[in-house]
């Protein structure tokens, strides 16, 4: 059921006549938009410190890599998902988010709620493929994700929260690949947290009027115009701590070299930062899948030569 006195073409976004959604059928469109199948960036986001965590403790196995980015979709499905469960009242109220299926009536509350419930499964499914230490480790994430959705209620650092839970498969990634767990996935997670920090700040550029109006918090509304300077330190952080685990994996400083062209990507990044430009600040933001990569690159090439 659609909101009183708006028609079905009012609240069906372009999103979903075009692209990887518009080719399903009409009735599984709008669970397709919930689940955000047609803005990949994020399951990128999710699987490059899963990746890193396999690559720093020089897995081999391209299995591995794959239940991974598996698990990175659907959890990042189940995840987005939920969101919008709870975000649902305020995303009407947001321009950039009325259109959504919930927000929008499109879809019923229980239906939504089954479709976290079966990708929560499918998620399970995929957890029981990898080792007992890293199911451990991949459950203790649930009370962060579960909670992450009030934090811009309560907090002006929704986006720390989130770093605490994107960056969770740094700490899985290692454990699954060596049976134990070390320092190295510490640091690693550490760093990434940071570098979630950052770019999920240029994300919130863009949303920073409508924040203000419906009064949630986020870091972006908080460093205000110091948004260059405070993302920039996010990744000076960042880059420290993947350089700390490498550094633990391989005490050599030639091998910190290989995170060289990751810093100059995130440089960049802070430096074409600016809370005026929302556009701007959405491409920023999807570059880092490029960083992920190229972070990623150097964890293989450290883990590697660590275990050759």
């Not at 720093?56 to 794959?66: E, F, I, K, S």
Request: hydrophobic share 55%.
């Amino acid at each position: 059921m659609t909101q009183a006195g708006v028609t079905a073409n009012d609240v069906v976004p372009d999103s979903e006549r075009r692209g990887l959604i518009g080719v399903l059928p009409v009735v599984l469109r709008p669970y397709a938009s919930l689940m955000r199948i047609d803005r990949p960036i994020g399951t990128w986001l999710l699987f490059w410190p899963c990746a890193w965590g396999l690559a720093l403790a020089g897995a081999r196995d391209g299995a591995a890599y794959a239940t991974f980015a598996v698990g990175a979709f659907v959890m990042r499905s189940a995840g987005c998902v939920y969101n919008d469960i709870v975000d649902r009242k305020l995303d009407r109220q947001v321009e950039r988010t009325r259109l959504r299926p919930l927000a929008s009536g499109r879809v019923a509350l229980g239906k939504a709620w089954a479709l976290t419930i079966g990708l929560g499964l499918i998620g399970l499914l995929v957890l029981l493929t990898m080792p007992f230490e890293a199911q451990l480790v991949a459950v203790a994430s649930l009370v962060l994700v579960a909670a992450y959705p009030f934090m811009k209620r309560i907090t002006w650092w929704p986006q720390v929260w989130l770093g605490l839970v994107f960056s969770w498969g740094a700490l899985v990634g290692w454990p699954a690949a060596t049976g134990s767990f070390d320092w190295p996935p510490l640091l690693l997670w550490l760093g990434s947290i940071f570098w979630v920090i950052g770019y999920d700040t240029l994300y919130a550029i863009q949303d920073i009027e409508d924040d203000a109006l419906v009064g949630v918090g986020s870091s972006a509304r908080r460093m205000g115009a110091n948004v260059r300077f405070g993302v920039a330190i996010c990744y000076a952080l960042a880059i420290t701590g993947w350089g700390a685990a490498i550094w633990l994996v391989r005490p050599d400083a030639l091998a910190l070299l290989a995170l060289l062209p990751a810093m100059i990507h995130l440089a960049v990044q802070a430096w074409r930062a600016d809370p005026a430009d929302g556009a701007g600040a959405l491409a920023l933001f999807r570059s880092n899948r490029w960083c992920g990569a190229l972070v990623f690159g150097a964890m293989l090439v450290v883990g590697l030569s660590a275990t050759a």
